[in-house]
């Protein structure tokens, strides 16, 4: 077996040269098609996204130029004459043909011009650009808190299953989860605010204080964070679970490791496999659970941005944040499949 | 002499299901034991409960000496210290059994750095020595592999080196071959079986084949409906079997290596299946599938010790024209 294996090696080389000229493009070789090997499923990866992409945009342009009113109506108000409504939207360019009208924008979109706003007249990119500033921050404090939460009562639930304890926490993390984020704000709202006055119940500050914008995002993150936190338990404690049913850690026990000491050598990076995906997949809810959130708590984020924009029939920023949301979505599930790269060495060079 | 593995009336338990019901046998330093029967007749509890690793929620209960400890009593703190060094084990199935993730080198040396607190770099050497030991060719290529790089019968080997890297004094293996490639089976076998000579280690070989059990071991114990039905040596056992059990097993397996005898005919196999954990008659467990059923089989016979073989049988085979094979010729 492994001896054959090793001796059959050698007599693949090609025939003719000198041996250290062999060895050397041979090994140039394997490095180059090893390389080509692990780029190819990447690329694959990528044209799939581009593809989704454009799906996403063909439906998001579609759906948003079939819904009713147009944005000259809304500008000009109730009162105003069928002929200056007529003169606004060919103004705004609004009475080209549809296909037009998506070409414009994707191509403005794809060179990273976002385009002007019908309404405020202002650039969507800075707009956006203003808004991540605070949902950015919220969706990654709200990820941490569950994380925070999600790994220590998940291990712990694992560790107690079968025990009281860890029905618990379990029946804790389902409590958890049932609750929406926005009853949980609505909660934090009335009892750290409202009576305890710790925190601002809304609004933010701006970055100028960092202080003052770290308080004013405590709460939404909490809101979003909690549930997730619970969301996330329930998954480390089955991933848990099974790591600690597997042949590979009574392998690891036999060994003479503490159950413990086998989780963390062997069982913990076999978790994550699983829970990376979870998380990928948790951080793409999170951005719209953010959206509802900052309504509650009147943040000016992404959320507050698209509410607006929806209701002022300023359909481009409704569209390029929409856009941006699928974005983030795909790239986070790439990120994801790359990193089981990393953690499973089963799935290297393939797709 | 005083055996170096003891165990007295052990039962593992799944609540008030009883799956290994008072089972007693020694094991000698440097001897090699065989445990056989068909799957689902408590050998593998057998041996997890020795090692202290039985799943959530079953329990053991009787005595496992090692020495002069008693195991079932002792603190888990106590047990891993024993475990992989003074006790190790193989395992049936070589590629759920490693982990996926690590490198084989680095799953062979970990019973070192556990026990022996090596360097992660020494652990490193002594593992690439560990493998070219279970005849690895290139052991540092192997051991900076992957489990899934390897064959079965290589993962196996890999498996061997970690169970014999303390020098542990008894090795106890669940079915090492079974899930392995016939042709790998054999080399397997012979590896298990030199190293335990070389290492002067007792051996407990579980295995549903009465064939692998005869090569290697010394002395063969046959286990149905978890408990124990016969013992003996090896001669004893194949050539002079007494419990009905033992013959059947026997003449399933004679049949499958005196290939021109049984040309032509009907297999010889066992009547009926091994009834699931709690189904088993009372009584004698065998008795449904056994054609020397009495009236006394509704009771269990004690097992009973004579001439260096134990039996628990109320009508046993007697006489050596018995000895399997017949029924296939």
Request: net charge neutral; hydrophobic share 45%.
């Amino acid at each position: 077996m492994s001896a054959d294996e090793s001796q059959l090696s050698p007599h693949h080389l090609p025939s003719g040269g000198a041996v250290r000229g062999q060895r050397g493009s041979r090994t140039l070789g394997t490095s180059l098609r090893r390389a080509g090997l692990a780029l190819l499923p990447l690329l694959r990866r990528l044209a799939t996204m581009v593809v989704a992409l454009f799906g996403a945009s063909v439906l998001v342009f579609v759906v948003l130029n079939v819904l009713p009113g147009s944005p000259a109506e809304v500008i000009l108000g109730t009162q105003a004459t069928p002929r200056a409504v007529q003169q606004l939207t060919a103004q705004l360019g609004l009475n080209k043909p549809l296909i037009n009208q998506y070409l414009d924008w994707m191509g403005n979109l794809v060179r990273g011009n976002f385009g002007v706003s019908y309404i405020s007249h202002q650039s969507i990119g800075s707009q956006i650009g203003q808004a991540l500033t605070v949902t950015g921050p919220l969706v990654l404090f709200a990820l941490l808190i569950g994380l925070l939460i999600g790994l220590p009562l998940g291990l712990a639930g694992a560790l107690r299953n079968g025990r009281v304890s860890g029905s618990l926490i379990g029946a804790m993390s389902q409590v958890g989860m049932a609750v929406p984020s926005v009853v949980a704000g609505l909660l934090l709202i009335v009892v750290l605010t409202v009576k305890l006055h710790i925190f601002p119940t809304s609004g933010f500050p701006g970055w100028s204080d960092p202080w003052q914008a770290l308080r004013a995002l405590v709460l939404p993150s909490f809101s979003l964070g909690v549930v997730e936190g619970a969301i996330m338990s329930r998954y480390v404690r089955a991933s848990i679970l099974e790591q600690l049913r597997s042949d590979y850690l009574r392998t690891a026990r036999s060994k003479g490791l503490r159950v413990g000491q086998a989780l963390r050598r062997h069982g913990f990076r076999n978790a994550a496999i699983p829970l990376v995906t979870v998380v990928g997949l948790e951080l793409a809810s999170l951005v719209v659970g953010a959206i509802v959130v900052e309504n509650v708590f009147s943040l000016p984020g992404l959320g507050l941005l698209l509410l607006d924009s929806v209701n002022n029939r300023d359909l481009i920023t409704v569209q390029d944040i929409a856009m941006l949301v699928a974005t983030t979505v795909l790239v986070l599930n790439l990120l994801v499949d790359l990193s089981y790269r990393l953690l499973d060495p089963r799935l290297k060079g393939t797709a | 002499m005083t055996a170096l593995l003891s165990v007295r009336g052990l039962s593992v338990s799944s609540g008030p299901l009883e799956l290994v019901r008072d089972v007693s046998f020694d094991v000698d330093a440097g001897e090699r034991v065989g445990l056989i029967g068909e799957s689902g007749s408590g050998k593998s509890l057998t041996a997890l409960a020795v090692m202290g690793l039985l799943g959530e929620g079953l329990r053991a209960s009787g005595s496992v000496r090692l020495g002069d400890e008693e195991l079932l009593e002792a603190s888990e703190l106590r047990r891993c210290q024993l475990r992989g060094d003074a006790i190790a084990m193989v395992f049936q199935e070589p590629m759920s059994a490693l982990n996926p993730t690590r490198r084989v080198g680095d799953q062979v040396g970990e019973t070192l750095r556990i026990h022996r607190h090596l360097s992660r770099k020494a652990a490193e050497r002594a593992a690439v020595d560990l493998l070219s030991r279970v005849e690895f060719a290139e052991p540092e290529r192997y051991a900076r592999m992957y489990p899934h790089e390897l064959s079965g019968g290589q993962r196996q080997r890999a498996m061997i080196a970690s169970a014999i890297a303390c020098d542990p004094g008894v090795i106890l293996a669940d079915e090492p071959t079974t899930a392995l490639d016939v042709t790998v089976q054999r080399r397997v076998l012979e590896l298990l079986d030199r190293l335990v000579d070389e290492e002067g280690c007792a051996l407990l070989l579980i295995a549903h084949d009465l064939a692998v059990v005869s090569e290697v071991c010394d002395r063969v114990i046959t286990m149905y409906g978890g408990r124990l039905v016969e013992s003996g040596s090896v001669s004893q056992i194949i050539n002079e079997p007494h419990h009905p059990y033992t013959q059947a097993l026997l003449a399933t397996s004679k049949a499958l290596s005196v290939s021109e005898s049984s040309l032509g005919s009907q297999l010889p196999s066992i009547p009926g299946t091994v009834p699931s954990a709690g189904h088993f008659p009372r009584g004698c467990p065998f008795q449904d599938r056994c054609d020397r059923r009495v009236e006394a089989c509704q009771v269990m016979p004690e097992v009973v010790e004579t001439d260096n073989r134990a039996l628990a049988c109320w009508n046993p085979v007697v006489g050596t024209s018995a000895s399997g094979g017949g029924e296939a010729a």
